[in-house]
Structures are given as structure tokens and as C-alpha cells.
């Protein structure tokens, strides 16, 4: 496993080339919910992916302070990418906006599956309410409990039963979650960097092409985010998918996956 020099752990395809296609993994997971997409396209599409400081095996502790752009670009850099299109999913896509913001010469196309972490703009009911369960559940060391709140908030989502989804995804996204729990104490003590105008209020600047992509089953404050981000990044087009919640590249992998290699059918022609 390649490991930068931050700590940052990521993998890369043997089909290379100096523009890649850059995965970066929702809050709830780490760099292994792409397996799906990594096994279909990584015979024929330059990938790489890897884990956010605090998730996976990035636990390495940090000193002073850092950011997730930083890190991304780090890799890039550590690989010889010069260029990359950038998939995010939730936290993942905060990232990738920060990187096209920190660096719009290195970015060839963004898809934002859905927008997250700094884009989410709105703290509505259904948001405050998982915050509540899950700060309770931490404070009381209850991480099964903290583990479980994730899962109804974020995979199964608002109005649906976890019953009606698939089994081994929810365990894998378990699995994951549970061990973005204990990364983060890696990282615990450092300080993050911060823009200095969120990123949230600069997507009028970016430049490269969008895809948004959003499920019916999602939470209102995604909801928020979608139709800003569309409605102010210039080259943005939204996907609305009606049997999805919050990750749709793990409830639907097959056809995220075909979703992924038309887009970077499109962005390579």
C-alpha cells in the first residue's frame, strides 16, 4: 500500500497515464466504497483513490496544520498526476471543490455524488436531529449506537427501512464507519486549515465542467446544497436519482459505474 509522506494511504490503477480519475470517499466511508467502481474501470481508466486524513489507514498523527485540498494535491503530486476529475461523494465532493478552488488548473471535471461536508450550507430538522443522536451517542461511548445513527441518516435515509436495502452494503458501510471513528483520534489533536471565504460562497469560480448528482431519499439540507451548487457553478448539470439516498455509488453500483465511464468518456474526447 503507497502511503505519502503526510500518511495519506491511496492506491492507484496500473492503467496510467498524467490525468487520472480521483475517488474520494463520503464521511461514513473510506477509500474501499469505490471497490465497485475500481474493479469495472480500472483496466481501462487511470484511477486512484485514497483515504482522507482520519479515515481508512490514513491515521498517521498529524502535526501543525493541514487540509484535505493539501493532501489530495500532495498525492497527485506523489503520483505525477498533473490532472485529474475529480468524483466526490458527500465529504468527498467538499474536497473536490476545494481542490478545483485551490488549484482549477489541475482539475479537468468535477461530479459530485452528491455535494457534502463544507458545501452543505443548511443545519435543517432532519440534519439537527442526527447531529443530536450522534453527539449522545459519542458522549456516552455508545459507538455501535453513534455507528447506527450514521446509517439511518446518511445510507438509508429519511422515509425509507433499512430492511428494503442491501445487507452487505449496509455492513460494509458499518465496517467503515466504524473505523472513520477510530482514525480520527489519530488526528485529533491537529489543527485543519480553513479558506478564508468558504468554499460554499466561491462556486461561482469554478470553472470545470459539473455533474451533480442527488437521490429522491436524501436529507433536506443535501437538498439545499444540489440546487445551490447547480444553481452557481456555471458548467453544472443535475441528476436526480428517484431510488437513492445520500450514496448512491454503493445502493446502485453498476449503474454509477456506467454513469462514471460515459463522464469520462465525454471529458476525454
Same mark, same amino acid.
Given at each position: ?11 492507484? +490503477?496500473?492503467?496510467? +497515464?498524467?490525468? &487520472? ?14 471497490? !465497485? ?5 480500472? &483496466? ?16 498517521? !498523527?498529524?502535526?501543525?496544520?493541514? +487540509?484535505? $485540498? ?7 503530486? #506523489? ?28 482539475? &479537468? ?8 461536508? *463544507?458545501?452543505?450550507?443548511? #443545519?435543517?430538522?432532519?440534519? $439537527? ?15 455501535? &449506537? ?8 446518511? *445510507? *438509508? ?19 467503515? #464507519?466504524?473505523?472513520?471513528?477510530? $482514525? ?13 471565504? !468558504? ?6 469560480? =469554478?470553472?470545470?465542467?459539473?455533474? =451533480? ?19 452557481? =457553478? ?18 446502485? !453500483? ?16
Amino acid at each position: 500500500m503507497p502511503v505519502t509522506p503526510a500518511g495519506i494511504a491511496y492506491d492507484r +490503477s496500473s492503467c496510467r +497515464s498524467t490525468v &487520472a480519475a480521483l475517488l474520494l470517499h463520503a464521511g461514513v466511508a473510506d477509500r474501499r466504497m469505490w471497490e !465497485p467502481q475500481w474493479s469495472a474501470l480500472s &483496466a481501462q481508466w487511470d484511477l486512484l483513490r485514497l483515504d482522507l486524513r482520519g479515515f481508512g489507514e490514513s491515521d498517521t !498523527p498529524s502535526t501543525g496544520t493541514w +487540509s484535505h $485540498a493539501s493532501d489530495v494535491l500532495a498525492t497527485m503530486d #506523489q503520483e505525477g498526476v498533473e490532472l485529474a476529475h475529480l468524483v466526490g461523494s458527500s465529504l468527498g465532493a467538499g474536497v473536490a471543490v476545494e481542490v478545483a478552488l485551490a488549484a482549477p488548473s489541475r482539475v &479537468a471535471s468535477l461530479l459530485l455524488c452528491p455535494p457534502g461536508g *463544507v458545501l452543505l450550507r443548511a #443545519q435543517t430538522d432532519d440534519l $439537527a436531529v442526527f447531529i443530536t443522536e450522534e453527539n449522545a451517542a459519542l458522549e456516552a461511548g455508545d459507538l455501535d &449506537a453513534a455507528v447506527e445513527a450514521n446509517l439511518r441518516t446518511w *445510507v *438509508v435515509g429519511p422515509g425509507r427501512d433499512q430492511a428494503d436495502l442491501d445487507q452487505a452494503m449496509l455492513a460494509e458501510v458499518r465496517s467503515m #464507519q466504524r473505523r472513520a471513528f477510530q $482514525a480520527a483520534e489519530a488526528v485529533v489533536d491537529a489543527q485543519p486549515s480553513t479558506m478564508t471565504l !468558504p468554499a460554499v460562497e466561491r462556486l461561482s469560480e =469554478i470553472a470545470a465542467p459539473t455533474v =451533480i448528482l442527488v437521490g429522491r431519499w436524501d436529507l433536506e439540507t443535501t437538498r439545499d446544497a444540489v440546487e445551490h451548487a447547480h444553481a452557481t =457553478i456555471r458548467r453544472s448539470q443535475r441528476m436526480d436519482w428517484s431510488d437513492a439516498a445520500h450514496l448512491p455509488s454503493l445502493e446502485h !453500483p453498476d449503474r454509477f459505474s456506467d454513469l462514471l465511464r460515459r463522464w469520462l468518456a465525454t471529458q476525454t474526447t
